[in-house]
């Protein structure tokens, strides 16, 4: 189908709402041989659908969401990007420098890369760089401009918004993979929530309660920090 036509379909079929695709990344840029230099979580509009080490190219699908593409067309469109992606952000990280950091251990970057789409199919992302749970630079898909957060990233903003490339590098991923990605997910996401939009009771009956079922994978273990989206 036509992704013009697609998109019109899917709006249709589900309500009017913003829908958001963000993937969390905590990476070592300057990794020791044998080192998990790079983990992952996925995320639909706060629901996690992905997760995993992709350093070692391993990925697991995590709830109904993720079970529902694992193995389709969409789903190793997306680890091909992960995989392709991560590593051109490694690179793009190797200098990545904080004002002020002492430690001799090698700096580990948390990384959001987020897209949303809105009721009205007009698409922004954004990516935030941070450290221990802290954001230090907002890179903003609809005026390509770099924020700082944290003085001690001033040195990196100067370097990176003066960095062609490299902008055009994360604009690039936010209105194109990850806008494909997050309107492919979402087709597959309608069939999920066709029987409860659409189900209906005779008078008198009981309604039956959704039991909330979590997947083992989706567990907290990734200890991922929780980025503060910020007012820009």
Not at 50 to 73: H, Q, S, V
Not at 208 to 217: E, L, M, V, Y
Request: net charge neutral; proline share 4%.
């Amino acid at each position: 189908m036509d992704r013009e036509l697609e998109g019109a379909a899917l709006e249709f079929c589900l309500p009017l709402k913003t829908h958001t695709l963000s993937y969390n990344f905590t990476i070592t840029p300057k990794f020791t041989l044998g080192q998990q230099w790079c983990k992952v979580q996925g995320q639909v509009d706060g629901k996690t659908f992905l997760r995993g080490n992709c350093g070692a190219k391993n990925f697991e699908p995590c709830d109904p969401l993720g079970k529902e593409i694992y193995g389709t067309k969409a789903w190793k469109d997306q680890l091909e990007i992960l995989i392709n992606g991560v590593e051109e952000l490694r690179k793009k990280l190797l200098d990545f420098q904080l004002e002020n950091h002492t430690s001799r251990e090698p700096l580990t970057v948390e990384v959001r890369m987020s897209c949303q789409r809105e009721a009205n199919r007009h698409t922004n992302g954004s990516w935030q760089f941070g450290f221990h749970g802290q954001v230090f630079l907002v890179f903003d898909s609809e005026n390509r401009n770099w924020t700082l957060a944290h003085p001690g990233a001033r040195q990196m903003k100067e370097k990176w918004e003066n960095n062609t490339d490299v902008t055009m590098f994360f604009h690039n991923i936010l209105i194109g993979d990850c806008k494909t990605l997050l309107t492919d997910f979402l087709t597959h996401w309608e069939k999920l929530l066709q029987p409860t939009e659409r189900s209906t009771k005779g008078p008198g009956t009981a309604q039956p309660k959704a039991r909330a079922t979590r997947s083992i994978c989706c567990s907290l273990t990734l200890f991922l920090p929780c980025f503060i989206l910020l007012a820009i």
